[in-house]
């Protein structure tokens, strides 16, 4: 029951580029910044994105992100197989007055 | 280098209650607050709430009100998340993160709800 959605699937071949949708509403990414992380298989989740568009250290820029209104996006160029994960977009909400994750989409490296 | 170690696996017992720590290294750990999140077997990530470590001032996921409580104890650098009355649908990994972002993440702390 996530206030975030994303879609459950991505795929691409090594090289491609893959975008990741994140919608949501008024009072969470229309009002606040969104964050991304990446979780690999049996790990613990990893900052990937900050306030919308920054990439911490570290975090090779392949990876971007950007926001619209009410959405949300994720983007890998030059799509590696390291990069087969879960990921998550995640914003404060201000009517729940909590933070919220997206129901996470599945990148496979085809 | 920043660290959060979260405290070993646990087995509960419906009702029971459950107290995972997470130990802060290389940072001024009252200068950051500590999330907690959790992840049920094949699902998704969910924010069960936020305590700040420089005055202990709590925010908590509105669905988990009551049944958690988030406390610090400064002069160890460790946060601790307690979560009472247990039941099967708490079976999840629990993860600490440095404040509201998580920039850092502990390892997991697996806790296990069965009779």
């Known amino acids: 029951q996530s206030v975030l959605t994303q879609p459950p699937s991505a795929s691409g071949t090594p090289g491609q580029r893959v975008t990741i949708s994140c919608s949501g509403s008024?009072?969470?990414?229309?009002?606040?910044?969104v964050n991304w992380y990446q979780q690999l298989p049996g790990t613990a989740p990893k900052l990937l994105i900050y306030?919308?568009?920054q990439r911490p250290s570290g975090v090779p820029d392949r990876f971007s992100g950007s926001k619209s209104g009410t959405s949300a996006s994720l983007a890998i160029s030059g799509l590696q197989s390291e990069d087969d994960a879960d990921y998550y977009c995640?914003?404060?909400?201000?009517?729940?007055?909590?933070?919220?994750f997206g129901t996470g989409t599945k990148v496979t490296v085809l | 280098q920043v660290q959060l170690v979260q405290s070993g696996a646990e087995v509960k017992k419906p009702g029971a209650s459950v107290k995972v720590s997470c130990k802060a290294s290389?940072?001024?750990?009252?200068?950051?607050?500590i999330s907690w999140v959790r992840q049920a077997p094949g699902q998704g990530l969910e924010w069960m709430g936020w305590?700040?470590?420089?005055?202990?001032?709590?925010n908590y996921a509105q669905k988990l009100q009551g049944r958690v409580t988030m406390t610090t104890d400064t002069s160890t650098s460790t946060a601790y998340m307690e979560l009472r009355s247990l039941r099967s649908d708490d079976t999840a990994v629990y993860y600490c993160?440095?404040?509201?972002?998580?920039?850092?993440w502990g390892q997991g702390t697996l806790v296990t709800v069965s009779s």
């Open positions: 993160g440095r404040d509201y972002v998580s920039d850092y």
């Open positions: 290389g940072y001024t750990f009252t200068s950051y607050g």
């Open positions: 305590i700040s470590a420089y005055n202990g001032n709590t």
């Open positions: 008024s009072s969470n990414i229309g009002s606040n910044t």
């Open positions: 306030n919308n568009n």
């Open positions: 995640a914003a404060w909400d201000d009517s729940l007055n909590g933070y919220v």
